[in-house]
């Protein structure tokens, strides 16, 4: 599967809470992420991710772990890439199992997220509003999976219109990492 996905900054983040509510019923959650990579740093090299999410749903209590691996961008515009994601049971072995492969954390950080998943354009789409402690700025990431490359572009183009219908200029995208802007922001600490 490969995520089609864009990202950007928002505004005004209470109206496209509000438009969001009105598409689907919200659920909020945080995430912990833990981004690993080898100690050469290989993965972030061949623009690939390897994360292990802590996810606390806070309607439901609901708390599971994922483990996620992204393959490089099939499309360098929005950074669209392959992803597989599997659920596993037990986070701290999870853990111990990549770093006895050789795995390292490269980087820990938390999100918070209020997520609607709706149907627009034909497409199963889920957005994501998105607050990186520290970061600046609230993050809209609106998302679709698609089978083939071949989909990407029409799955971004449905995106852009979703995005537009929220409100969301153009000029507002995104590809900025959250790891990269997380980790520039601890090197800027005192």
Do not use: W
């Amino acid at each position: 599967m490969i995520e089609a996905e864009l990202k950007a900054r928002v505004r005004v983040p209470e109206v496209v809470a509000r438009a969001l509510d009105e598409l689907g019923e919200g659920r909020s959650e945080s995430y912990r992420d833990t981004y690993y990579d080898l100690p050469d740093g290989s993965l972030r090299a061949r623009d690939e991710e390897l994360r292990l999410r802590f996810v606390a749903d806070h309607g439901t209590g609901d708390r599971r772990t994922l483990l996620t691996f992204k393959g490089a961008a099939v499309d360098e515009a929005s950074g669209s890439k392959p992803e597989y994601e599997t659920r596993v049971e037990d986070s701290q072995n999870a853990h111990a199992i990549l770093e006895h492969l050789g795995y390292v954390p490269a980087i820990v950080f938390e999100k918070r997220c209020r997520s609607h998943a709706f149907e627009a354009y034909g497409r199963q789409l889920l957005a994501t509003l998105v607050r990186v402690p520290e970061l600046d700025g609230t993050f809209l990431e609106v998302e679709t999976l698609v089978q083939e490359e071949a989909e990407v572009v029409a799955a971004l183009d449905d995106i852009r219109a979703v995005l537009a219908d929220l409100g969301i200029a153009p000029e507002d995208l995104t590809r900025e990492l959250y790891t990269e802007a997380v980790a520039a922001a601890r090197r800027t600490q005192p």
